[in-house]
């Protein structure tokens, strides 16, 4: 059985956020979102109108979404992790249109370990760095995003 748009996004926050809190969860709901809502470049073509599976499921977006990593099982992808109810209450806020403020109009995020935010991200530069919160660095996009 596939899983639903709401299941997908629930477990794609487990995965990506589920150790930054109730900000940090809402904040990688944003960018998703952001990404399922924008109007121009590679998401807006990939979201096909809206389409959060397309996005969630895109290659080589979300470490999340890969089934393995380095040829073996990924243990934290959204096939292996199993959200509760804060999680679904996110994926609801996020998919009903709320967003978090402080992530803006942001469309990546990444966690730099040990290091600091990039000044942009993708390394194409089609984003700038925006925010941090907690241990996420997120990026909004620049005039190059609209030629992607």
Excluded at 96 to 109: I, M
């Amino acid at each position: 059985m596939a899983l639903s748009d709401r299941e997908l996004l629930a477990r794609l926050i487990v995965c990506e956020a589920g150790g930054e809190g109730e900000t940090g969860m809402q904040a990688v709901a944003t960018v998703v979102m952001n990404r399922v809502t924008v109007q121009t470049g590679e998401y807006f073509r990939i979201s096909e109108g809206g389409n959060i599976r397309n996005i969630i499921l895109q290659k080589n977006q979300f470490t999340c979404a890969f089934e393995t990593i380095n040829n073996q099982t990924n243990p934290r992808s959204i096939y292996n992790v199993l959200p509760e109810q804060i999680h679904y209450e996110i994926a609801d806020w996020a998919i009903n249109g709320n967003k978090l403020n402080a992530v803006g109009t942001c469309l990546w995020f990444m966690n730099p370990g040990n290091k600091q935010c990039a000044m942009y991200f993708p390394s194409n530069g089609s984003g700038i760095f925006h925010t941090m919160i907690n241990k996420h660095c997120f990026f909004r996009p620049t005039e190059k995003y609209n030629s992607t």
